[in-house]
């Protein structure tokens, strides 16, 4: 136990590296969806699920066919979802009428134009 007349000894703080924003997401876009995330979880899920859709197309419009892979970690990272959220997001949306299709050599394409 501690004696009550020594002095609480104070937290050393660890210095952190300032890291800045990823191009991409814009910081106003990051923090909605963190304040939704913080504040409501079903309509942070529904918004993330969203920004997924528009995300992984603009990705594919600009770079072309990408792996499974490069999917969930780009999702993750820009939506602060964990990597097996986005993989449930990719797979729900590679249904028959949904937006994006797997190529035979196991990439993924997105066959609906994004606003």
């Known amino acids: 136990m501690r004696d009550e007349t020594q002095p609480v000894r104070k937290r050393r703080r660890i210095a952190r590296k300032r890291i800045m ?11 909605e969806l963190a304040e ?15 920004a997924f859709i528009n995300l992984i197309c603009k990705l594919i419009v600009e770079e072309g066919p990408r792996t499974v892979r490069a999917v969930m970690s780009e999702a993750s990272f820009e939506l602060d979802v964990s990597p097996e959220t986005a993989k449930r997001y990719l ?7 949904a937006h994006f299709r797997f190529t035979p050599d196991g990439r993924v394409t997105c066959d609906h134009a994004i606003d």
């Open 36 to 50: 939704l995330k913080r504040t409501d979880l079903n309509a942070f899920n529904l918004a993330a699920e969203d």
């Open 91 to 97: 797979f729900k949306h590679t249904a028959r009428r």
């Open 21 to 31: 924003p990823a191009p991409g997401r814009s910081t106003s876009e990051r923090a």
